[in-house]
């Protein structure tokens, strides 16, 4: 986000669509306009007393950026520090990690490369991207359509269909979780693998669609009518019209979908716990701590290793990342 | 709909003399609309099916039945339910902690949200570096995270422990102490607040500047400004963080069994005895509950007594929010 002039005041960045948001009642207090004491407003052949009050207005405003500034260095310093913290450890030798010293005598950067020696964490690397890749591309492909059909097609049902898709994004994943466990150990016989938890994703996930579905109400009804004139169906309208248009949100999703397989602990803990070879990084690294409890630095190195894939991906994709919070809870 | 199309089934008045022809066509019409939009729908339905509705129904039934999984379910009745509400000093632990920290949570993290986002909102200068730092910690994976903190606030040679200790402060056990552990969880999820923030400043920016100037003409104070035109403008989007808020910390699951975990210096994952909810119970969720009492102890019947409470609440705030905010469904 370009900072520009610092007059302007809360200007919305570049954002898609319009937030029509609902009840916005204004209170205006006060008496009615009109009565509006020497409105301090033109710079030049004002008379003295207004350029005084304008340098106090420009004084105060100078105090409020000075004020606003410091607050947020602070803030930020308190939300960077663990990570500088986590990262100085992970890179002190055995002994000095169990110390109070933040800053490494000898910078040990062969940590990163030992903690590839622990037995499994190759393997969970290996699951982890496997179940967030597969998982991802599995919930885009079935969540696109759901949510195109609810957003632009008027079928009986629709409001029905839009509630259930919201009753299970807000459903905890432990209501279901006995009868789920029970249906994929004792019938489908894949406990000990991550299938349990990919599969479904191939059904639509609730939440992606829920997301879709918002962004895909703000694309204008003329292009898809205009792409049926043209003659094409459904199919080639979502294909050729609404996907193109959908990216931002697309990749939103994806980006959702991935950190979510990512950072899943409960899941693997339900379907995995059994068979090692099947562990995600998120599942292994506690019992990678526990393993190795004396060794701060190497549990450290990797906590890190464990999130910077997903601080990476987040650099490379900020913006779409943020149009999709901001989609979650503003719009609709 | 039908009645937007303008025709309804019976004959009506003199139009229905006009409109004869029409039905054959118009009802063919409508099934294609209807089969076109089932077959968007179709990975979903599916979905909704295997993955939503039959376990939501199997929950019910298993809830009446005493079920370990390895002999058939017999039919209890109200048994597993005058269990867990009267016989199980562990399910009321949980709840308690469950209310705790929702309450606090929720209440801390929407404040916090809220006056993080305002003071971006305010920055003029490094705008994109304040809001990534506040930002970043929301990524990272809750089981590193929680690893992460438990290092940081590891009461022996944690940093927090070593400042506190050359300021003179008092030094508590953090995650080890039965009093600080609930707070010390809400501090690792307020340190992970950029969603909220970013929401908050998302819908900051949403309102109108006319209604600031309008408010400034009228005479109104900087506080004035804000009690009467933000804060009625931002209402529906605090009343959502709230809701989604309660109904993620009732699932409040992974930070807390890791950091019971990592704090007890039990190696997570071996088998080895774990006392959950450590330090002596004070971190114990319901969500723990349901693992433990179903995947640990075997005893289905009663793991979804809990599921069943965790549903109704869920669903009783989902109602809330859908009644408050319509606009998330849109009209048939």
Redesign the interface.
């Known amino acids: 986000m370009s900072t520009g002039n610092p007059q302007s005041s809360a200007h919305s960045p570049e954002r898609t669509g319009a937030p029509a948001m609902s009840d916005t009642a204004v209170q205006t207090p006060g008496d009615t306009p009109g009565s509006a004491p020497a409105t301090v407003r033109s710079r030049s052949g004002v008379p003295s007393s207004s350029a005084a009050a304008w340098r106090r207005a420009k004084r105060q405003k100078r105090l409020e950026w000075i004020a606003v500034h410091s607050v947020a260095i602070a803030l930020a310093l308190i939300f960077i520090l663990p990570f500088v913290f986590l990262f100085l450890t992970s890179v002190m030798t055995d002994s000095q990690a169990l110390t109070t010293n933040f800053w490494p005598q000898h910078w040990v950067w062969s940590n990163y490369r030992t903690v590839f020696n622990v037995p499994g964490f190759g393997t969970w690397w290996k699951n982890t991207i496997e179940y967030a890749v597969l998982g991802t591309a599995l919930t885009v492909l079935s969540s696109v359509p759901v949510a195109y059909a609810l957003a632009k097609f008027r079928f009986p049902g629709r409001r029905v269909a839009m509630l259930a898709v919201i009753s299970m994004m807000m459903l905890p994943p432990q209501v279901i979780i006995i009868p789920m466990y029970l249906f994929w150990a004792k019938q489908m016989h894949l406990d000990g693998t991550l299938w349990p938890l990919i599969i479904p994703m191939a059904f639509g996930d609730a939440y992606s669609i829920f997301l879709l579905r918002q962004f895909l109400l703000t694309i204008p009804k003329e292009y898809l009518d205009a792409a049926k004139v043209d003659g094409c169906g459904e199919v080639r309208t979502l294909l050729k019209v609404v996907l193109p248009m959908a990216k931002p949100a697309i990749s939103a999703v994806a980006l959702f979908q991935f950190f979510s397989c990512w950072n899943d602990y409960f899941g693997p803990q339900i379907y995995a716990s059994d068979n090692p070879a099947a562990w995600t990084l998120s599942y292994g690294l506690q019992s990678f701590h526990g393993a190795h409890q004396t060794n701060w630095n190497m549990t450290m190195a990797a906590t890190l290793l464990v999130m910077a894939p997903v601080i990476v991906v987040f650099f490379f994709a900020q913006k779409a990342f943020i149009e999709g919070v901001t989609l979650t809870g503003v719009k609709g | ?1 039908a009645t937007v199309l303008g025709i309804g089934r019976g004959p009506r008045g003199s139009r229905s003399a006009v409109s004869l022809p029409v039905p054959p066509a118009l009802r063919r019409k409508r099934r294609r ?2 089969s ?2 089932v077959g ?2 179709s ?2 339905l ?3 099916a ?3 509705a ?3 129904i ?2 019910v039934y ?1 809830s009446f039945t005493h079920y370990d ?1 390895f002999n058939a379910p017999t039919f209890v009745g109200f048994k597993n339910y005058t269990y867990i509400l009267t016989k199980n000093a562990d399910f009321w632990q949980a709840a308690r902690n469950t209310v705790w920290l929702v309450v606090v949570m929720v209440a801390l993290r929407t404040v916090f949200g809220l006056g ?1 986002g305002q ?19 929301y ?7 929680t ?3 438990a ?2 606030f590891n009461p022996g ?1 944690g ?1 927090v422990n ?1 400042f506190l200790g050359e300021l003179g402060l008092p030094q508590p056990g953090w995650f080890t102490s039965p009093t600080w552990s609930k707070p010390s969880l809400v501090l690792l999820t307020l ?1 992970g607040i950029g ?1 909220l923030m ?2 908050f400043m ?6 109108p ?1 006319e ?2 100037e ?2 400034s ?4 104070n900087s506080f ?1 400004r804000w009690r ?2 933000t804060l ?2 931002i ?3 605090i009343m ?2 709230v809701v ?1 808020g309660v ?1 993620q910390t ?2 409040f ?2 930070q807390a ?2 950091a019971g ?2 704090a007890s ?6 088998g ?1 005895p774990f006392q959950p909810g450590y330090p002596s119970g004070s971190t114990w969720t ?2 723990q509950l ?2 433990n009492i ?2 640990q102890n075997f005893d ?1 019947g009663s ?2 007594v ?3 409470i ?2 109704v609440v ?2 009783a ?2 109602a809330l929010l ?1 009644r408050r ?8």
């Not at chain 2, 990524?139 to 995270?145: D, G, K, T």
């Not at chain 2, 998302?202 to 309102?207: G, H, I, K, M, R």
């Not at chain 2, 003409?217 to 109104?220: C, M, R, T, V």
């Not at chain 2, 905010?325 to 048939?332: H, K, T």
Request: net charge negative.
């Open positions: 709909m609309e209807l076109t939009a968007f729908l990975p979903w599916i979905g909704f295997v993955f939503f039959y376990p939501l199997s929950t298993f999984g993080i003071l971006i909102v305010k920055i003029r200068s490094g705008a994109g570096f304040f809001r990534t730092a506040f930002y970043l910690p990524l990272a994976p809750p089981v590193a995270a690893i992460g903190f290092f940081l040679t940093p070593h340190w969603d970013v929401i998302a819908s900051l920016l949403d309102v500047t209604q600031y309008a408010a003409l009228d005479g109104a004035q009467y035109v009625p403008n209402t529906p989007i959502f963080a989604t109904i009732m699932q699951y992974t069994i890791v975990q990592v210096g039990v190696v997570g994952n071996s080895q319901l969500p349901v693992y179903g995947f289905y793991a979804c809990i599921s069943i965790l549903f869920a669903m705030f989902t859908m905010r319509a606009g998330l469904v849109g009209e048939d």
